[in-house]
């Protein structure tokens, strides 16, 4: 343990910081792909005032690396360096007002999209077909079936790594496709979103359409990470998939990793207990997409943490 590191837990424990603090935490089952190395120092605040009050103590003393749902991750072998923090359930409520709904980053997208139904809250149909939390959502603008997050979100409560807070409101220059210029070093906490009223049924008949055709073409109850990369829209009209599956990559395997066999653009570990094979897997059809074909495939999958 570095001087930094001691300083840091001897800080928390002087300010009387709330929610258990753990070292060389391995964050395995904080991934979907099921493998991954240690957190340095983990942390799940149990509140907003908690968080902000550790990013304080902190103060950009060791690096900071946020989590969420662990759906569109690779955390390599080697883990990761400084502070990782994973909100709590504290921040995955969802409040109703007025002119909008307020939701906490760590709502899960397909809790927001029940909960809308019930309260016959239109819009937010697609994140029925979307792992994750809608903090991840909006970090980068994740989407589905024509829907996009910057569709229906209106602005978010934020914390720096130094803990200070701010707000993000929507704009054009805010979203782009699967990205967002939230600064990375920007904590999304609390989320507000349009509230369009719309019957319980039109939104029944919405969901059950995302979820058959998501049924339909991705696969169900596997070690997997959603889609591994972007569609190369500046490239060519074709998706990634097809892109995969034009290179002759379809039934690449790699000890134990390879893809999907409803849809071609959805890694699945079946048995490998290294991320850092999952990642080469993903290079290694990067490299040969781009001699093949000359097309060059981007990660949508984030990677975290050293080799």
Not at 87 to 107: P, Y
Not at 133 to 157: H, Q
Request: proline content about 2%; charged content about 25%.
């Amino acid at each position: 343990m570095n001087e930094n590191q001691r300083e840091f837990l001897e800080n928390c424990k002087k300010n009387n910081v709330i929610g258990k603090i753990q070292i060389n935490h391995n964050l395995s089952k904080y991934t979907w792909f099921g493998v991954a190395g240690n957190a340095e120092i983990f942390y799940m605040p149990p509140n907003f005032e908690e968080l902000a009050k550790v990013l304080e103590i902190n103060r950009d003393k060791l690096p900071v690396t946020v989590i969420g749902a662990g759906s569109n991750i690779i955390i390599r072998d080697g883990g990761i360096f400084g502070l990782v923090i994973k909100l709590g359930k504290e921040f995955s409520q969802i409040k109703l007002h007025n002119d909008c709904i307020e939701v906490g980053a760590a709502t899960y997208d397909r809790v927001l999209s029940n909960y809308c139904q019930k309260n016959e809250i239109g819009g937010m149909e697609f994140y029925f077909g979307i792992p994750g939390t809608l903090g991840g959502a909006v970090r980068m603008n994740a989407g589905c079936y024509n829907s996009e997050t910057k569709d229906v979100f209106i602005k978010a409560k934020c914390v720096d790594y130094r803990g200070q807070v701010s707000e993000i409101r929507n704009s054009k220059e805010l979203f782009s496709y699967r990205e967002s210029n939230i600064p990375q070093d920007m904590i999304i906490c609390d989320i507000y979103m349009q509230k369009k009223i719309a019957s319980k049924n039109a939104i029944s008949l919405k969901m059950k359409e995302v979820d058959d055709q998501r049924k339909k073409a991705q696969p169900q109850q596997i070690k997997t990470a959603g889609s591994t990369f972007k569609n190369p829209k500046d490239q060519t009209d074709k998706k990634a998939w097809e892109i995969i599956e034009e290179a002759g990559l379809k039934n690449f395997e790699l000890q134990g990793i390879c893809f999907s066999s409803k849809h071609s653009n959805f890694i699945v570990n079946n048995q490998t207990k290294s991320a850092n094979l999952i990642e080469d897997f993903g290079e290694y059809v990067r490299s040969d997409v781009k001699k093949k074909l000359g097309i060059s495939l981007n990660w949508e999958i984030k990677i975290y943490g050293e080799r």
